[in-house]
């Protein structure tokens, strides 16, 4: 699906021959030097679409024009917003937008050119990774599941980068990563995108081994009988209510000898009902998106995959359904879990950390240097920071900071909530260690707190994408429903600690 990769291309933008040439921007009143002689074998559109003010080269304002002459069928301006504000985060949405134009547009192939004026210091390299990265974005399309669809569209299969042949090694280097990165991408997106029926525990696993066996990753799978084995009762008694079977899913990528890898976890819930702490109706079929954690952290194995940096990481994914039935565990049961502590499982649709704490906990026979985990944890955070950024909680300054600015990196914002003692305090049960739910107030810092109880020995960081993990509606850049959130950001971070 959506297989788009891409291409260099360093002939003048005034001999492209294209379907669709789009043209990044930013805000301002004249056109770009750089742009006079396509304007001019064009017939002056470019010129008067700007000096009118037609154009103004706002975020995500895209205008379709149709040029009296030269190689390009149509031209795209695309805009990056205020001129000293683009950085590659505008660059990669913008060719986004250009993407999910050409695939409305039924084009199989468009060229993307930043103009040189508009670059704002993004270097070639990074300008090749990302316009790789926002191409394959934008041209992301689900139609797997469709038996007649609704309007047949060619799928969009290249995006030519077009920029100087001074710069053509660096634009290809970072699209090479853009490309491998934007497979990731779709690999989340797909997966997410599956519905409950489909996506079940033993599916994941089934991509993991898929996964393992393309690009050569060791994959350990855990059944019911063997999570029994490993005392893994927290995330047993998550799945006790489902017919589907749980799984739990250890993929390892190593590339340098007896390197501490970095753990990767990612929450794999395929179904959230609530459990007997059933939710309401109303929008319930978008849990099915509550395994976006599973899909970043297979989606970050599939850049691994393809780039091989030199780095080790372990991925750990607990997979189950959230259910209620005559067996599914009830609010005031008492489990253990796997590091020992005994949890009060207040409510049955706090699930998420009970499932995320037997991995934590299992994480530490791997000795990492770092553990990330990614969930889809709390409707708080969404309150917190709306679908725009994900909560970031942690016990290591040093390290939310090094996950925040691959974030930054990456075009998925952090925004850091605090792990004050005082907030411990949500977490008191009457009868056990802890309880898994602290009521109202401060749920996304509570779910972190309950997390971080569970840490031993390792600097960690909890990122909370209940909010942007999907989105609700069309975008400009981006199709209704899942993002692939985290799959960028993991991936940043450890191309970072590779090359360090
Ligand atoms: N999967 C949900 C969180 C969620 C909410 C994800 C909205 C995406 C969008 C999670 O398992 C959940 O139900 N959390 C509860 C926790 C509460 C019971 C302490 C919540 O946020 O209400
Ligand atoms: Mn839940
Ligand atoms: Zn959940």
């Known amino acids: 699906m959506s297989d788009i990769t891409s291409t260099v291309a360093t002939s003048p933008l005034a001999q492209l021959e294209t379907p669709l040439l789009a043209l990044a921007l930013g805000q301002g009143s004249t056109l770009p030097a750089s742009l006079t002689e396509l304007d001019r074998v064009a017939g002056g559109f470019l010129d008067r679409a700007v000096t009118s003010g037609d154009f103004k080269g706002k975020r995500d304002e895209a205008l379709l024009l149709y040029p009296g002459g030269g190689e390009a069928q149509r031209i795209l301006l695309v805009g990056l917003g205020k001129a000293g504000e683009v950085t590659r985060s505008s660059i990669r949405r913008a060719a986004a937008v250009a993407a999910k134009r050409a695939r409305a547009l039924g084009a199989k192939q468009f060229a993307f050119a930043v103009a040189?004026?508009?670059?704002?210091?993004?270097?070639?390299?990074?300008?090749?990774?990302?316009?790789?990265?926002?191409?394959?974005?934008?041209?992301?399309?689900?139609?797997?599941?469709?038996?007649?669809?609704?309007?047949?569209?060619?799928?969009?299969?290249?995006?030519a980068i077009a920029c100087d042949s001074r710069e053509a090694n660096d634009v290809t280097a970072g699209r090479r990563v853009g490309d491998a990165i934007a497979a990731?991408?779709?690999?989340?997106?797909?997966?997410?995108?599956?519905?409950?029926?489909?996506?079940?525990?033993?599916?994941?696993?089934?991509?993991?081994?898929?996964?393992?066996?393309?690009?050569?990753?060791?994959?350990?799978?855990?059944?019911?009988?063997?999570?029994?084995?490993?005392?893994?009762?927290?995330?047993?008694?998550v799945a006790q209510g489902s017919a589907q079977e749980p799984r739990f899913i250890v993929l390892e990528y190593t590339a340098v000898g007896d390197a501490a890898p970095v753990g990767l976890v990612g929450k794999g819930v395929t179904f959230d009902s609530g459990g007997i702490s059933i939710k309401p109706a109303q929008n319930m079929e978008e849990m099915k998106f509550d395994m976006s954690g599973a899909a970043a952290v297979l989606g970050a194995f599939e850049v691994l995959g393809r780039l091989k940096p030199k780095v080790n990481v372990v991925g750990l994914i607990p997979a189950t359904e959230n259910l209620p039935s005559g067996t599914a565990v009830k609010p005031g049961d008492v489990v253990k879990s796997h590091l020992g502590k005994t949890i009060e499982i207040i409510n049955t649709d706090a699930e998420g950390r009970l499932i995320l704490c037997d991995a934590l906990s299992y994480v530490r026979r791997f000795k990492p240097a770092a553990v990330l985990d990614v969930a889809t944890l709390t409707g708080a955070v969404v309150v917190a920071l709306g679908h725009v950024a994900i909560g970031v909680m942690g016990n290591d300054d040093a390290l939310i900071a090094e996950v925040r600015e691959a974030g930054e990196r990456a075009g998925e914002r952090c925004w850091p909530l605090p792990l004050w003692d005082d907030y411990r305090d949500l977490l008191k049960s009457d009868i056990a260690d802890i309880k898994n739910s602290g009521g109202r107030g401060a749920g996304a810092i509570a779910g972190g707190w309950f997390?971080?109880?569970?840490?031993?020995?390792?600097?960690?960081?909890?990122?909370?994408?209940?909010?942007?993990?999907?989105?609700?509606?069309?975008?400009?850049?981006?199709?209704?429903?899942?993002?692939?959130?985290?799959?960028?950001?993991?991936?940043?971070?450890?191309?970072?600690r590779a090359a360090a």
């Open 116 to 159: 040189a004026e508009a670059r704002n210091g993004v270097a070639p390299k990074e300008l090749g990774q990302v316009v790789a990265e926002g191409a394959g974005q934008g041209a992301w399309a689900f139609t797997a599941l469709k038996a007649t669809p609704d309007e047949p569209r060619p799928e969009v299969e290249s995006v």
């Open 451 to 496: 997390l971080r109880e569970f840490v031993n020995g390792y600097p960690w960081v909890h990122l909370d994408i209940a909010g942007t993990a999907y989105t609700e509606g069309e975008g400009p850049s981006q199709a209704k429903g899942p993002t692939a959130a985290g799959v960028r950001l993991f991936s940043e971070f450890v191309l970072k």
């Open 184 to 237: 990731g991408h779709r690999l989340a997106r797909d997966l997410q995108m599956q519905p409950g029926n489909v996506c079940t525990p033993s599916y994941l696993a089934d991509q993991a081994k898929q996964l393992a066996a393309a690009h050569g990753f060791t994959v350990t799978v855990l059944d019911r009988a063997a999570m029994r084995q490993e005392g893994m009762g927290a995330l047993l008694a």
